[in-house]
């Protein structure tokens, strides 16, 4: 039994000294080609997941920044227009006070026209109607005096 224990004590002994040397030195992988190429499959899948999500952000990016510059592009474009629209309108008020003032000028001189053109023919009635009555009076004066003449010689007969 002693020499049973004396070798069990060596075996433990040599177990020992084995044991720190397994642990000091690791078993060197195996590398399995197989292994390594799935390996690499799953890498540059990971790698081409990761780029799809960069193209849908960039897309995502470039959608947003074309709605903002349409957006842009519709401000500036409806600026614009109200400020036409603006413009025209302070246009034609400036338009219509200057056909205002050329309408008021026309008619003042419309008036001056007519009553110019009243005067003359109050003028013109007045002249003619002195020409009749100076005419109707000679006309009357010498039917008068014709009258008379020819009663002068009737009362002399």
């Known amino acids: 039994m002693v020499i049973q224990k004396e070798q069990v004590k060596r075996a433990v002994k040599q ?4 044991a720190p040397k397994l642990e000091s030195k690791a078993p060197e992988p195996v590398m399995d080609p197989l292994a390594e190429l799935l390996g690499q499959a799953q890498n540059a899948y990971a ?3 990761e780029a799809q999500r960069q193209v849908a952000g960039a897309y995502k990016d470039r959608e947003q920044q074309a709605e903002k510059t349409y957006k842009q592009a519709e401000q500036q474009a409806n600026n614009a227009c109200e ?3 603006e413009q025209a309108l302070r246009d034609r008020e ?4 200057q056909a205002k003032k050329v309408f ?14 009243v005067r003359q023919a109050l003028e013109v009635r007045k002249q003619t109607i002195g020409q ?9 004066e010498q039917a008068w005096t014709m009258f ?6 009737a009362e002399g007969n």
């Open 148 to 153: 008379q003449g020819n009663n002068k010689g």
């Open 83 to 85: 400020e036409a629209m």
């Open 94 to 97: 400036k338009a219509e006070q």
């Open 104 to 117: 008021e000028k026309a008619r003042e001189k419309g008036m001056e026209v007519y009553q110019e053109s």
């Open 47 to 49: 790698a081409y997941e």
């Open 15 to 18: 177990a020992e000294e084995q």
């Open 132 to 140: 009749a009555w100076r005419a109707s009076k000679e006309s009357g």
